[in-house]
């Protein structure tokens, strides 16, 4: 089975700064990749889809990136609203996978 | 507003069963694939089950097959998650969640979740 593993698990930051976000598959992955933004007690919502495809109504300063096994999220400008956590998520051979996550914190 | 809206949860005892549901509204919840996705308290997002639009195809999560079964009645727009042998592993928020395409692209995420229906299991 497909590994996703994200890094950092926890990040601290400011308002205003630009945070990466890095999704490493355990093999060589197609570009079926996702990210999803959870803020607590709440459900998650699509960020972006096929890797780098922005989702319709997400701000353009969440852009995605990657290819092979390594795979990134960036904000680039954190606003008070991003603080959250963030999944990466996998399709592949009707087997969906997700990240552990990573919690955006304030500094 | 399209949305799905999730019931059933509840305390439920080692071994017993509970069916959730999941009921879309505002879309044609008929050329869709749903999800169910659950999380456990203070962990991370774990996929459980997916079925096709037409309900022909069905998937499971290994932690879950054999136990759960996934259908859904494209007639009253509701999806379900029949669980069974229930364990203590799989107390969690869970939630139905709509394939972004429809037909039998699967690959282009998740776009819509419910608020979650919450499932215990503890004597």
């Known amino acids: 089975d497909i590994q996703m593993t994200q890094s950092p698990s926890t990040l601290s930051a400011s308002v205003g700064d630009r945070v990466t976000i890095t999704c490493r598959a355990s093999?060589?992955?197609?570009?079926?990749l996702a990210w999803y933004q959870q803020k607590p007690g709440k459900a998650p919502e699509l960020l972006i889809y096929?890797?780098?495809t922005l989702e319709s109504g997400v701000p353009s300063r969440f852009s995605g990136s990657g290819s092979g096994t390594e795979f990134t999220l960036t904000i680039s400008s954190l606003q008070p609203d991003d603080f959250a956590t963030y999944y990466c998520q996998h399709y592949e051979d009707y087997s969906w996978t997700f990240g552990q996550g990573t919690k955006v914190e304030i500094k | 507003q399209v949305q799905v809206v999730e019931s059933g949860g509840g305390v439920v005892q080692p071994g017993r069963s509970l069916r959730l549901s999941c009921a879309a509204s505002?879309?044609?919840?008929?050329?869709?694939?749903m999800h169910w996705v659950r999380q456990a308290p203070g962990k991370g997002l774990e996929w459980v089950s997916l079925i096709s639009y037409d309900g022909n195809n069905k998937y499971y999560a290994d932690s879950v097959k054999g136990r759960f079964t996934i259908s859904r009645d494209n007639s009253m727009n509701t999806l379900y998650l029949q669980m069974n042998s229930l364990r203590a592993e799989d107390t969690a928020v869970y939630y139905c969640?709509?394939?972004?395409?429809?037909?039998?692209?699967?690959?282009?995420?998740?776009?819509?979740w419910g608020q979650g229906t919450t499932v215990t299991v503890s004597s």
């Open positions: 093999q060589r992955i197609s570009s079926w």
């Open positions: 505002t879309f044609t919840f008929s050329a869709y694939g």
């Open positions: 096929l890797a780098s």
């Open positions: 969640a709509k394939v972004k395409y429809s037909g039998y692209e699967y690959y282009h995420g998740m776009d819509v």
